[in-house]
């Protein structure tokens, strides 16, 4: 018996041990066999350990071709296949009671309790597992306001005594907003909160100076706007919606004082991916139309909103408005600069189709379609052939999700859960992340809720969630009153 609970002479075993052999043979590390594939070196790892459930007939194709064997690994699963369809009859005439039994009431909620090993934890309030998305913005600020940051200190070194104060200011924020840009989706969130906030004042306090030239204010009326931005995003990860708003407000506010309409495009597009997530898609809808007609043409925002319009027309079930908003936003990337940002809080992901393609054809039930188009985004966008830090991102995470639902659609339990397993392991977890994750959660139970790759899913899931949400209350913990001795 393999630790995964297959004999050692079946055809799932062989399998994967075949697999294991013809990549050693080819001198491969799975890494590499992954990029040759087109998939993450967590499949190659499953498909070399023989488990209850046999991997995917799309996966094998590709190890066949890509290991040259000839049609050897189709039929090496095509065996696996019908011995696991044998096992499982013979498990459910075993399982078959022998004489007449009381039908037990189910009630509908139970439907995510796993095995009475696990009872205790799934019984957690989902609520007190996310509580951390709460208080996450109240943490930040204790954290931020609680001492001078380095950072600030060198602004007001490096602009002291100068004779141009406010220009080398300006040169400095705008250097730290590309920074920042980058740093949002791979860094911890409260440590590049206060930093952001912290330097947002800073650009504050310069726009309040009496004299400022026109030129000056206007170019630091935009830093602001963006670090706005920013903000808005940085709150929005941490759940704290309320906060989100208010950033999203003023960097609107900023964009419209400083002629950069651009800024307001990418606020819409922060309150329309928050109502998204928050599941109130008509909305989300509204705010991203009214988002595309202040955001000018040739510029990512405006791409961006198409996008999400296209994702958020998917959820509501509108294939034809759908299709056009996909249309609209072909067109809008068309319309970008060639050196258009890739990577950062401000940036586009280019691949064959719009972002956000494959979400929209998930949400139709088009989950081969859906599978094939994130694998693209994932060639594209994070390819393991060079060292590439988006992998470490949020964005990455979600795109993992992505292609766990897909698979979770199509039956792939395995492949569903091993994309799971590895976006919750990226470096960090952030609000949209954990919703997806939580659907990604339910999506396999409400099916296979006794499956070993199942269970090791919802118990990782549930211990991120509740490791996040201790390390806020940790920082909170300093912001409690101390009583008088």
Same mark, same amino acid.
């Given at each position: 018996?393999?630790?995964?609970?297959?004999?050692?002479?079946?055809?799932?075993?062989?399998?994967?041990?075949?697999?294991?052999?013809?990549?050693?043979?080819?001198?491969?590390?799975?890494?590499?066999?992954?990029?040759?594939?087109?998939?993450?070196?967590?499949?190659?790892?499953?498909?070399?350990?023989?488990?209850?459930?046999?991997?995917?007939?799309?996966?094998?194709?590709?190890?066949?071709?890509?290991?040259?064997?000839?049609?050897?690994?189709?039929?090496?699963?095509?065996?696996?296949?019908?011995?696991?369809?044998?096992?499982?009859?013979?498990?459910?005439?075993?399982?078959?009671?022998?004489?007449?039994?009381?039908?037990?009431?189910?009630?509908?909620?139970?439907?995510?309790?796993?095995?009475?090993?696990?009872?205790?934890?799934?019984?957690?309030?989902?609520?007190?597992?996310?509580?951390?998305?709460?208080?996450?913005?109240?943490?930040?600020?204790?954290?931020?306001?609680?001492?001078?940051?380095?950072?600030?200190?060198?602004?007001?070194?490096?602009?002291?005594?100068?004779?141009?104060?406010?220009?080398?200011?300006?040169?400095?924020?705008?250097?730290?907003?590309?920074?920042?840009?980058?740093?949002?989706?791979?860094?911890?969130?409260?440590?590049?909160?206060?930093?952001?906030?912290?330097?947002?004042?800073?650009?504050?306090?310069?726009?309040?100076?009496?004299?400022?030239?026109?030129?000056?204010?206007?170019?630091?009326?935009?830093?602001?706007?963006?670090?706005?931005?920013?903000?808005?995003?940085?709150?929005?990860?941490?759940?704290?919606?309320?906060?989100?708003?208010?950033?999203?407000?003023?960097?609107?506010?900023?964009?419209?004082?400083?002629?950069?309409?651009?800024?307001?495009?990418? !606020?819409? %597009?922060?309150?329309?991916?928050? +109502?998204?997530?928050? =599941? @109130? $898609?008509?909305?989300?809808?509204?705010?991203? #139309?009214?988002?595309?007609?202040?955001?000018?043409?040739?510029?990512?925002?405006?791409?961006?909103?198409?996008?999400?319009?296209?994702?958020?027309?998917?959820?509501?079930?509108?294939?034809?408005?759908?299709?056009?908003?996909?249309?609209?936003?072909?067109?809008?990337?068309?319309?970008?600069?060639?050196?258009?940002?890739?990577?950062?809080?401000?940036?586009?992901?280019?691949?064959?189709?719009?972002?956000?393609?494959?979400?929209?054809?998930?949400?139709?039930?088009?989950?081969?379609?859906?599978?094939?188009?994130?694998?693209?985004?994932?060639?594209?966008?994070?390819?393991?052939?060079?060292?590439?830090?988006?992998?470490?991102?949020?964005?990455?995470?979600?795109?993992?999700?992505?292609?766990?639902?897909?698979? !979770?659609? %199509?039956?792939?339990?395995?492949? +569903?859960?091993?994309? =799971? @397993? $590895?976006?919750?392991?990226?470096?960090?977890? #952030?609000?949209?992340?954990?919703?997806?994750?939580?659907?990604?959660?339910?999506?396999?139970?409400?099916?296979?809720?006794?499956?070993?790759?199942?269970?090791?899913?919802?118990?990782?899931?549930?211990?991120?969630?509740?490791?996040?949400?201790?390390?806020?209350?940790?920082?909170?913990?300093?912001?409690?009153?101390?009583?008088?001795?």
């Amino acid at each position: 018996m393999t630790a995964d609970g297959a004999t050692a002479d079946s055809a799932a075993a062989q399998l994967a041990q075949e697999i294991k052999r013809l990549r050693k043979a080819a001198d491969l590390s799975q890494p590499e066999l992954a990029g040759m594939i087109g998939y993450t070196r967590q499949y190659v790892s499953m498909a070399e350990r023989a488990g209850k459930n046999v991997p995917s007939q799309e996966l094998i194709k590709a190890l066949d071709k890509a290991l040259a064997a000839n049609g050897a690994l189709i039929a090496l699963r095509q065996n696996a296949k019908v011995e696991q369809a044998a096992l499982r009859q013979d498990m459910t005439a075993m399982e078959r009671p022998t004489g007449p039994v009381a039908s037990p009431t189910v009630d509908a909620g139970s439907a995510t309790t796993m095995s009475s090993g696990n009872s205790a934890r799934v019984e957690r309030n989902p609520v007190n597992r996310r509580s951390f998305l709460a208080v996450g913005g109240a943490a930040a600020f204790g954290t931020a306001l609680s001492s001078q940051t380095r950072v600030l200190q060198a602004l007001e070194i490096v602009t002291s005594g100068h004779a141009d104060t406010l220009g080398v200011a300006i040169d400095c924020l705008n250097e730290l907003i590309s920074h920042y840009s980058e740093k949002l989706s791979v860094a911890p969130l409260a440590e590049t909160y206060g930093d952001l906030l912290n330097v947002r004042s800073y650009a504050g306090g310069l726009l309040d100076r009496p004299g400022t030239s026109a030129p000056q204010r206007s170019d630091l009326t935009f830093a602001a706007g963006r670090l706005s931005n920013l903000l808005a995003v940085a709150t929005s990860y941490m759940g704290d919606h309320e906060s989100a708003l208010v950033w999203c407000v003023d960097a609107e506010r900023r964009g419209d004082e400083s002629g950069s309409r651009d800024i307001a495009g990418w !606020a819409a %597009l922060t309150r329309a991916t928050m +109502a998204y997530y928050q =599941g @109130r $898609t008509s909305r989300s809808v509204e705010l991203v #139309v009214q988002g595309q007609a202040v955001a000018p043409m040739g510029t990512v925002a405006r791409a961006k909103l198409a996008a999400h319009e296209m994702r958020a027309r998917a959820m509501l079930g509108d294939t034809e408005g759908m299709t056009h908003a996909k249309r609209r936003a072909t067109n809008a990337i068309a319309d970008l600069p060639t050196n258009v940002a890739t990577t950062g809080a401000f940036s586009i992901a280019l691949a064959e189709d719009p972002p956000y393609t494959a979400t929209s054809l998930l949400l139709l039930n088009r989950f081969q379609e859906a599978a094939s188009a994130t694998r693209s985004v994932i060639n594209a966008a994070y390819p393991t052939s060079t060292h590439n830090r988006n992998r470490q991102s949020s964005s990455y995470a979600r795109t993992l999700l992505i292609l766990g639902l897909a698979e !979770a659609g %199509l039956g792939h339990i395995d492949e +569903a859960a091993v994309a =799971g @397993r $590895t976006a919750l392991d990226s470096s960090g977890l #952030v609000w949209p992340t954990l919703v997806l994750a939580g659907k990604l959660d339910q999506a396999l139970i409400r099916g296979h809720k006794d499956a070993a790759e199942v269970v090791g899913y919802h118990d990782l899931y549930l211990d991120m969630t509740d490791r996040a949400s201790s390390e806020l209350r940790h920082h909170c913990s300093h912001l409690a009153p101390k009583e008088k001795e």
